[in-house]
């Protein structure tokens, strides 16, 4: 039974009580109504009968008298769909500099009707317009809103269809070792398979951005007889400069590689590389650190190359592009292979070649150096 059928059988109990006990001030005192109330109660049920015992709904039947105007209202919602975020009086000033006139409180009613008196519903409403409307384009400011407030922007993933399609390169800095001075990894990872590349330098130029490139990520690529288009870095002076003179904007010009760069103060953006860095530090340096002492770069890095060896060709990745696979795996389905060129480049752990499997001998397969 509903709260208002209770209602009506309610009032008939307290007609029929008063005629029982032929009192109405007790009638009214159990039933807990007014005298009041119940004339109006035996003056609705005399002349409509039982329909006229349903309770009236209070409040205005008709919008409002004083509501703004339909056209104003859709001004406000096109003014809340390009900046979500403005408050009610913000978008009040704004409009009436635009010659709109309407009040704060009459923002917010219009708000309170469309059900976006929240910000977060504001840029609901603004991502559900992009993806149905075909012809809405976003602006960067739109989508810097959307990124930082939608957890649907914020999980989106880095997207490449083929292998060299787009690699990420960081520049990691480990620390300042006693003995050795300051160590900096140069890191490339293939954004489609994970398959990563690294190397130890002594400091942050230019020129160790381009050595690893030259001389271990090109020819990899060149064996396997797949370009790289794209090279994704963040803003440091060893990746960005005039490009007609700064030495890794020359040497992808050269390889026709399109630069592309983060935003600045995102590095969320580069962020495979950036998980790479943490994996080589939890992995490889925070485990090999205490177990070495070091006093060369070249000893850092033998260590660092037998952990690259079992990170591509041994260590399986969890993450959904890999499910389980190790990145040379995936890359050796991905282009239809059985082996792949030199992975190896643990020189002092290399195993003897003729021992292997006809599979993995060109795995083993050190390049000679350009």
């Known amino acids: 039974m509903t709260a208002l ?9 307290l007609l029929q009580l008063a005629d029982e006990l032929g009192n109405v001030a007790r009638a009214c005192k159990i039933m807990g109504y007014h005298r009041d109330t119940f004339y109006e109660v035996r003056r609705a049920f005399q002349t409509g009968g039982v329909a006229a015992l349903v309770e009236q709904r209070r409040g205005a039947r008709n919008p409002h008298p004083n509501r703004i105007a339909p056209e104003i209202e859709a001004k406000v919602l096109d003014y809340c769909l390009q900046r979500p975020t403005h408050g009610a009086a913000r978008v009040a000033n704004e409009l009436r500099l635009a010659g709109v006139e309407v009040s704060p409180s009459g923002v917010r009613g219009v708000w309170l009707r469309h059900d976006l008196e929240t910000r977060y519903k504001r840029l609901m409403r603004l991502e559900r317009e992009s993806r149905d409307n075909t012809t809405f384009v976003l602006t960067d400011d739109q989508v810097r809103l959307l990124e930082r407030h939608s957890p649907d922007f914020r999980c989106r993933h ?5 292998p060299g399609e787009l690699l990420n390169q960081d520049t990691f800095y480990w620390g300042s070792l006693k003995g050795v001075g300051k160590v900096y990894v140069q890191v490339v990872v293939d954004t489609y398979c ?6 130890c330098y002594s400091s942050k130029m230019p020129v160790t951005a381009c050595d690893l490139l030259y001389e271990r990520v090109l020819p990899f690529y060149d064996a396997l007889g797949v370009p790289v288009k794209a090279m994704l870095t963040d803003n440091g002076r060893e990746f960005c400069g005039k490009p007609e003179s ?3 904007e020359l040497l992808l010009a050269i390889e ?11 590095p969320r953006t580069n962020g495979f590389v950036e998980r790479m860095n943490r994996t080589l530090l939890d992995e490889c340096f925070r485990v090999k650190g205490r177990e070495n002492w070091y006093l060369t770069i070249d000893e850092i890095q033998r260590d ?12 399986s990745h969890q993450g959904y592009r890999l499910n389980g ?8 389905e991905a282009l239809g292979l059985e082996s792949l060129p030199g992975l190896r480049f643990d020189t002092a752990a290399q195993p003897d070649i003729e021992s292997l499997p006809t599979t993995e001998q ?4 050190t390049p000679e150096s350009t």
């Open 5 to 13: 059928s209770q209602s009506m059988k309610r009032k008939l109990s």
């Open 158 to 162: 880095v997207e490449s269809s083929a």
């Open 194 to 199: 994970s398959l990563a590349f690294a190397k």
């Open 246 to 248: 700064h030495p890794y």
């Open 256 to 266: 026709d590689i399109e630069h592309r760069n983060t935003r600045v103060r995102t």
């Open 304 to 315: 660092l190359d037998v952990f690259m060896s079992h990170y591509n060709l041994e260590r």
């Open 325 to 332: 696979r190790t990145p040379a795996q995936a890359l050796r």
């Open 362 to 365: 060109e795995d083993a397969f």
